[in-house]
């Protein structure tokens, strides 16, 4: 089966400027998670999403970041307006449901200038 | 708050050599995965504990869940260079729906 599909892989921009992800997570899985990971930690969940509700956001800086899930099967999470402390991997992942085994995709490095 | 911390944060070896990492916490968790992380890739499950006492065998790699579910370790034997990568524990926590947390990570350099 086709893994969880992440865009871009990586991205570039200067602090206040604005940026999207986006993740096409495995067919059939209803459940959704954004993660924040800072070099060297392990991942931060910002967000979880049970087909398009949002499960869990408690994480998720709402002043800046904002997330959705469209029909329930691809997600975008954007960062408006970023801040250097930003610069991470956001790292997508679907599972069939809450409980089940995760699979991640392979991020996306946000460097911020 | 970081619930669950990891111990050593880096491990440098030799290859042959036998290692432990742990994770530890003071919540109690209904289950507790481990996953390997290779730079650029995201992180892969290798194993899951949910029983307190549990101990898994995969390969080379032991795992095992304490009795109180609040810690668990991993144990290589035998280390190779291709077990090089960041290790993670992460447990699930019941808050009205199941969350899961992740440990602070412990890199590993198994040099030949």
């Known amino acids: 089966e086709a893994g969880v599909a992440q865009s871009p892989r990586y991205k570039i921009i200067e602090k206040r400027q604005s940026v999207a992800f986006w993740c096409n997570p495995i067919?059939?899985?209803?459940?959704l998670y954004w993660y924040q990971q800072i070099l060297g930690q392990g991942p931060k969940l910002l967000i979880q999403f049970q087909n398009n509700g949002v499960v869990d956001d408690s994480q998720l800086p709402k002043d800046r970041f904002s997330a959705e899930r469209l029909k329930g099967v691809d997600s975008t999470l954007k960062i408006q307006p970023a801040k250097l402390e930003d610069s991470a991997v956001y790292l997508c992942a679907s599972s069939t449901y809450g409980t089940q085994p995760q699979h991640f995709g392979d991020g996306t490095r946000l460097s911020i200038l | 708050t970081q619930l669950l911390e990891q111990s050593p944060q880096f491990l440098s070896i030799q290859e042959g050599e036998n290692l432990t990492v742990y994770c530890n916490s003071s919540s109690v968790f209904s289950s507790l995965q481990w996953y390997r992380q290779e730079p650029g890739e995201g992180p892969v499950l290798l194993v899951t504990v949910v029983t307190g006492g549990e101990v898994k065998k995969l390969k080379r790699l032991t795992f095992q869940f304490g009795d109180a579910r609040k810690d668990s370790s991993l144990h290589i034997t035998a280390a190779q260079p291709g077990d090089t990568g960041l290790y993670l524990c992460a447990g699930h926590i019941k808050r009205g729906f199941q969350k899961l947390v992740f440990g602070t990570g412990t890199r590993l350099l198994v040099s030949p």
């Open positions: 067919s059939g899985h209803a459940t």
